[in-house]
């Protein structure tokens, strides 16, 4: 564009949105249900955020009623709901179990829309990396599973997210594609569509072993969100003693989150990547666990990434 005196102005890029997702009250909201996501909307009203990012177990119910209840007070605390985060267990070596999980993630997903219209990301996993399940198997359990479900996506306007994840905080066993090499194998056995892409989370590629720079370039010009966060191993541990966790209900003990910025990953690498494609979808933050002055200053971190790399 150019101003009154001549000179041409170079327009701004579209910046990503940052939204701010609870870990730390996964288990009180989900399992304990000692608070509700209505405790959280409220909690987050002070917080530098666009958007809360939403997580199946938040839903106490899905009936239209109670939806709208929660897109009431998200709008009233002027948050919106960008991405619904449900964790499909599509590799489970039952038939009917698998069949249970792609209805049960195609009802999520008329949920997401529910709750954020078109163009909410609703994120699949693979499924666990059930022992007696191959990998030939997995690989075409979970691509069959996630193009069954995109149609329903389509049809709603919705963008299927796979997360290169490590593992849901209620399942035993860790991500099926939770490695690099699986996850790409799986991507590649996905027919490209609007409506599906990459949720990529850099220091999920941390714990698996993987570079989560080298991930990001293979999987770029898929990616439609992503979390960030920074994860770090307690003191004394290894990721083998990770590995030693496997088949062990939820998280292992050994991975510890921290202010997002202070830990392994590089976010200047990160973000000079997603500033190089015009990257202007959700930005997530995953972070709480010591406290809410963490998150809140994991968030401004976000925001300082953004003003230098999308002025």
Not at 22 to 48: Q, T
Not at 121 to 127: K, M, P, Y
Not at 131 to 152: N, Y
């Amino acid at each position: 564009m150019h101003n009154s005196n001549g000179s041409t102005e170079t327009k701004p890029s579209p910046r990503p949105k940052i939204s701010a997702f609870p870990k730390c009250y996964l288990e009180e909201i989900s399992k304990k249900k000692s608070m509700s996501v209505f405790d959280w909307i409220e909690m987050a009203k002070n917080l530098p955020a666009d958007g809360l990012e939403m997580y199946e177990g938040f839903l106490w119910e899905t009936s239209d009623s109670y939806l709208g209840k929660i897109r009431t007070a998200l709008a009233d605390a002027n948050f919106l709901m960008p991405m619904l985060c449900c964790s499909p267990d599509f590799t489970h070596p039952t038939a009917q179990n698998r069949i249970r999980a792609i209805e049960y993630q195609k009802r999520m997903i008329e949920v997401a829309y529910k709750l954020g219209g078109p163009g909410t990301v609703c994120r699949v996993l693979s499924g666990q990396r059930w022992p007696e399940v191959s990998l030939e198997q997995g690989l075409e359990f979970a691509s069959q599973a996630i193009i069954d479900c995109l149609k329903t996506a389509e049809d709603l306007g919705v963008i299927l997210g796979i997360e290169n994840h490590y593992k849901d905080g209620f399942w035993t066993y860790p991500e099926f594609a939770q490695k690099k090499e699986v996850f790409l194998q799986l991507l590649e056995r996905i027919p490209p569509s609007p409506y599906f892409g990459v949720q990529f989370d850099p220091s999920n590629a941390v714990v698996a072993g993987d570079d989560p720079i080298e991930l990001l370039d293979a999987v770029l010009p898929r990616v439609v969100s992503m979390h960030a966060s920074d994860r770090y191993l307690a003191p004394g541990a290894s990721l083998t003693d990770l590995a030693c966790a496997d088949g062990s209900l939820g998280y292992a003990k050994v991975l510890l989150h921290g202010v997002t910025g202070k830990g392994l990953n590089d976010y200047e690498a990160i973000f000079s990547r997603l500033s190089s494609i015009n990257y202007s979808g959700w930005i997530s933050i995953e972070d709480g666990m010591n406290g809410m002055g963490e998150m809140k200053e994991s968030l401004e971190f976000l925001h300082s990434m953004c003003d230098k790399y999308y002025a």
